[in-house]
T-cell receptor, first 114, second 111 residues
């Protein structure tokens, strides 16, 4: 499978714990995006990388959230001191820099904070 | 603030009916409008529209963009139960290809 892969697919944690999600984009794509989707809503943009550089962060990304893409390949999204409001589906997407505008999405990592 | 609004939010029809889903947008640096279908997990790409008035078609699905009205419609004819899904409209802006999504339309097709 050469699509976008995310891990873990589902994470249940207690409030106050830290969680980390990993995204492996399509190998030739140098742009990588993180989105958050809550029930009944469309995906909300969190952050975007071009290669290893984080070029844009949404104001939704509080200081408890950090994302990295150290070698311009896979990316991690860490949430520290989780809160119940962090419960959501975290979607990763990738695209080539000279693409048509289409983003290719992974199947998401669902976070449940108890 | 950039905004994408979809209507209706929910729609229930019978198999064989034709449906029209609406999307309107307000973005500062419009590049393109995209439609995605989301069944259970990952959104899957349907169409990308950049030019006004040119219809894109794929089987029973078609879509058109009206840049003057800042809107788009997605039509599905002869609906099937497999068309049941959330349909997402998104607008691409600026050079980052960042997508701003609407809330989605939940379409349910009853047999």
């Amino acid at each position: 499978d050469t699509g976008v892969s995310q891990d873990p697919r589902h994470k249940i944690t207690k409030r106050g714990q830290n969680v980390t999600f990993r995204c492996d984009p399509i190998s030739e794509h140098n742009r990588l995006y993180w989105y958050r989707q809550t029930l009944g809503q469309g995906p909300e943009f969190l952050t975007y990388f071009q290669n290893e550089a984080q070029l844009e962060k949404s104001r939704l990304l509080s200081d408890r959230f950090s994302a990295e893409r150290p070698k311009g390949s896979f990316s991690t999204l860490e949430i520290q001191r989780t809160e119940q409001g962090d419960s959501a589906m975290y979607l990763c997407a990738s695209s080539p820099s000279l693409g048509t505008g289409e983003l290719f999405f992974g199947e998401g990592s669902r976070l449940t904070v108890l | 603030e950039d905004k994408v609004v979809q209507s209706p939010l929910s729609l229930v029809v019978h198999e064989g009916d034709t449906v029209t889903l609406n999307c309107s947008y307000e973005v500062t640096n419009f590049r393109s409008l995209l439609w995605y279908k989301q069944e259970k997990k990952a959104p899957t790409f349907l169409f990308m529209l950049t030019s006004s008035g040119i219809e894109k078609k794929s089987g029973r699905l078609s879509s058109i963009l009206d840049k003057k009205e800042l809107s788009s419609i997605l039509n599905i004819t002869a609906t099937q139960t497999g068309d049941s899904a959330i349909y997402l409209c998104a607008v691409s802006e600026g050079g980052a290809q960042k997508l701003v999504f609407g809330q989605g339309t939940r379409l349910t097709i009853n047999p």
